[in-house]
Every structure is written in C-alpha cells, then in structure tokens.
C-alpha cells in the first residue's frame, strides 16, 4: 500500500520568508504526487502533481515541490510566504489502477504566517 | 471555483437519522469520488464511482451507500446516523485523460446532534 508522511504538523514563518513543507513517500512503484491546499472552511484545492515527467514541479502561486526518489521524499517549497498562503496543507498519493484512482492523504501540515 | 458543486452546504440531523449529500462533478468529467474528513481520521476515501458504476471502494461503512446517475451526478447516502458520523463530506471528480487528478468541492458539513 502506498502512504505519505508530513513530517511535521505545524509550521510557522514570518512573511516574505521561505516555505519548506516536508513530505515522505512509500510506494512500491513510480508514484503520483500531489500538494492541495485547504484554506479556512474551504474546499481542497490543487497546488501541484508529479507524473514523472520532470522532477521540478511548479504549480500555483509560486509554489513547488521536488521529487526525489534516493530520498522518498517530495516537499513543496516557495521562496517567499504570503500572508495568504496561510492554510492546511495536504501531501497525497495516488493509487491508480485502470480508470480507479484513489488518493491517499496525509495528516496535513498547518502552515501559519506572521508578520 | 473547481467547478464541482455539492450541495447542501450545512447539515444538522440528530441520531438515527437519515440524510442525502449530493455532488455534480466538473463539466466532462466522469469520476466521482467521495471523501470524508474528520479531526480523528484525517481525509480518508470512501468510494469511487466512474460513468455510473462503482470502481473503487475504500473506507465507507454499511450504513453508508453512494450512486450516480446518468447525468453523472452523485448522491451519498448516510444512514443511522452517529455522533462519530459529523465531518466534512468532499465530492471531487476527474477529467478522462487523468482520472488521478482530483478536483475537489466545496464540501458538506455534517453535524450529528
């Protein structure tokens, strides 16, 4: 089965500084990774997915994650934060299998942006 | 505004009880799936249905139950209702040509009274 581990469950920065949220894969394949953003009493918005095509991955709002296999890892990073990009932040993976797809997500990181 | 709709925004029911939440998924798309968070389980997947027929299941109990109908929206059923039931209920779809990428509503909140 496949899994992601945020490492941490808070993070908090100053305005204008950067953004390093941490995530940790296991999957037994070349997996899909994705970021989503939740916002207060919002729904899950996509920041940005891996598909192997590239290993630097942009998405929206001057966020992007890295995927490193030798590292398991794929964390989302943005050079200077926003007040708001305050939100819960969300690493998944997707299990894919024909025309089924589920995703599994993590527990979230909650990034918090002071002045 | 991912373009799927879910409706109602708010519901408050009392135990034992049942309610329908309802989803309509992007224009196109064919897959619905559904989600539930809560502040002990996190997000976890129900179930997945594509063009009608269930394809995936994954944590969704026997009181609950899912459809979708030709015009590709979906009803989530939930029955006998629980305290342990109240969370956020998500509806998202995905495009044919990469049903992995999941666009997500807005979402149900349910309160269990």
């Known amino acids: 089965a496949q899994s992601v581990t945020q490492l941490d469950s808070h993070v908090s920065v100053s305005e204008g500084t950067p953004v390093l949220l941490r995530c940790n894969y296991s999957?037994?394949?070349?997996?899909?990774l994705f970021w989503y953003v939740q916002h207060p009493n919002k729904g899950l918005q996509l920041l940005l997915k891996y598909t192997s095509a590239a290993t630097l991955v942009k998405g929206i709002n001057g966020f992007e994650a890295e995927f490193k296999k030798s590292e398991t890892s794929f964390h989302l990073t943005k050079p200077s934060a926003h007040m708001s990009d305050a939100a819960e932040y969300f690493c998944v993976v997707s299990d894919q299998a024909g025309t089924a797809s589920k995703l599994t997500f993590g527990t979230g990181t909650r990034l918090q942006v002071t002045l | 505004d991912s373009g799927v709709t879910q409706t109602p925004k708010h519901l408050i029911t009392a135990t034992g009880q049942r309610v329908t939440l309802r989803c309509s998924p992007r224009s196109g798309d064919l897959s619905v799936y559904w989600y539930q968070q809560s502040l002990d389980q996190g997000l976890q997947f129900l179930i997945h249905?594509?063009?009608?027929?269930?394809?995936a299941k994954g944590n969704i109990l026997e009181r609950f139950s899912a459809q979708q109908f030709p015009d590709l929206h979906s009803e989530l059923n939930l029955s006998s209702l629980e305290l342990g039931d109240s969370a956020l209920y998500f509806c998202?779809?995905?495009?044919?040509?990469?049903?992995?990428?999941?666009?997500f509503g807005p979402g149900t909140r349910l309160t269990v009274l």
């Open positions: 249905y594509y063009n009608g027929e269930e394809r």
């Open positions: 999957s037994s394949y070349s997996p899909s």
């Open positions: 998202a779809s995905s495009p044919r040509y990469s049903t992995d990428t999941q666009y």
